[in-house]
């Protein structure tokens, strides 16, 4: 089955990933702008960074037939640091050109405090004049509640429109708000703690597929890229057709991602993938 990671962090994880993806059927990753495990002290090790996703990386997936896509941002955490954030927001505007940048990710919170919340608003602010979608990240674990709410107080107060923004690391008690108010919304899944694959086909069965996407975890930390496999594996066990995993597990990413024409990998019909066999004469 094909199979499209909208969140991945390619440059924290090995090439043994993209072909181990590539056998078990990613055909397309996105990777989001994060923190790199620890403060960057300077503007151009942002910028570097960024050439690192939007140059580099898409040729590393490439050499496994994977297609490789990015987004730019200050993440959360180091938008602690307001002078060094705006100065990187400064040279933002240039990648927005650059022909596998999807948007302006991950912004949003990590702790909710003052200077998250004003780095939030201005790169959100910069992602709408340039027209740009828009991934935000949600706090973890205790914050997230808090976080989530004020995410979405912040949203509504934006002229954006909904279906252009992607409210990431929703859990079971945040997914309702931001899908209500005309959200897509993202889970992610984790080997130890936090979201588990069966948890995560849980909440689709609650909640339907309707503008709902699933990464598995894939950074420097505890992390496990083929979470969103064995996630497929538990959803099919559950007797959910093979078009229905298609529709959550390709085709969802498909047609958020596909709103900037530079994604251009089509929703599919389980006919185009797998023909009918030929009735034996
Ligand atoms: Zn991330």
């Not at 954030?85 to 240039?94: G, N, T």
């Not at 608003?121 to 004049?129: G, P, R, S, T």
């Not at 909440?203 to 503008?211: F, I, N, V």
């Amino acid at each position: 089955m094909q199979i499209i990671q909208p969140h991945y962090h390619g440059i924290a994880r090995t090439a043994q990933d993209y072909e181990r993806m590539a056998m078990s059927g990613v055909v397309a990753v996105g990777e989001p702008a994060f923190w790199a495990g620890f403060d960057r002290a300077y503007p151009e090790t942002f910028l570097d960074y960024f050439r690192q996703i939007s140059e580099f990386e898409p040729t590393r997936a490439a050499e496994y037939g994977i297609r490789h896509f990015c987004w730019v941002a200050v993440n959360p955490k180091e938008a602690e640091n307001p002078e060094l954030s705006y100065e990187v927001m400064r040279h933002m505007p240039a990648f927005f050109d650059k022909p596998t940048v999807l948007g302006v990710g991950e912004i949003g919170f990590h702790k909710t405090s003052k200077n998250e919340e004003e780095i939030f608003e201005a790169q959100l602010d910069m992602a709408i004049k340039h027209d740009q979608l828009i991934v935000i990240h949600t706090p973890h674990l205790a914050d997230k509640v808090r976080g989530t709410k004020r995410t979405l107080e912040i949203l509504a107060h934006a002229d954006v429109d909904p279906e252009r923004v992607w409210v990431d690391h929703v859990e079971e008690h945040t997914i309702r708000e931001p899908l209500d108010a005309g959200y897509w919304v993202g889970f992610t899944l984790y080997p130890i703690t936090k979201c588990s694959p069966r948890r995560g086909v849980d909440m689709l069965e609650q909640y339907g597929r309707e503008r709902i996407l699933v990464n598995s975890s894939a950074d420097w930390g505890p992390s496990d890229p083929f979470l969103l496999q064995e996630c497929i594996l538990e959803f099919r066990r559950r007797n959910h057709s093979l078009q229905e995993a298609i529709e959550i597990f390709h085709n969802n990413p498909c047609r958020f991602l596909g709103q900037n024409p530079k994604f251009d990998i089509k929703p599919i019909r389980v006919e185009e993938i797998e023909p009918e066999p030929a009735v034996a004469g």
